[in-house]
């Protein structure tokens, strides 16, 4: 199960970070998501963290590149996403992702991730 936390509102500029906990899994082990989802628009990707042995690389979405880092704590058993430098077009929903399996493509679809936390909505104030 998975349990997206650290939403909020946040003035344009400002900064947020959103903890993604799991129980029962591993994360370091699966590869990890953040998606968003804004009000009537369709889930997108945010960025990605891939499980450690895949040399846990990231990727982000050229909308986001820059301005938010995913990481992840072993010790912790959760992934971060750091959002800095926050526009108003980064108000949605955000959910994270769990995928069960690993592809060899850059597994930035919505259908790449099999088990997602329940969202945390995310606004921000131009």
């Known amino acids: 199960q998975l349990q997206a936390s650290g939403g909020g509102s946040a003035q344009a500029g400002g900064s947020l970070r959103l903890s993604c906990a799991a129980s029962g899994r591993t994360l370091s082990r699966y590869n990890m998501a953040w998606f968003r989802q804004a009000p009537g628009k369709e889930r997108e990707f945010v960025a990605n963290i891939r499980r450690s042995g895949y040399g846990s690389s990231t990727s982000y979405a050229e909308s986001v590149k820059g301005r938010f880092t995913i990481s992840r704590d072993n010790a912790k058993n959760t992934v971060y996403l750091q959002m800095n430098s926050l526009k108003f077009e980064d108000t949605a929903v955000y959910h994270c992702?769990?995928?069960?399996?690993?592809?060899?493509?850059?597994?930035?679809?919505?259908?790449?991730?099999?088990?997602w936390g329940q969202g945390t909505q995310v606004t921000v104030s131009s």
């Open positions: 992702g769990l995928a069960g399996r690993n592809l060899a493509g850059p597994m930035i679809r919505a259908d790449d991730y099999d088990y």
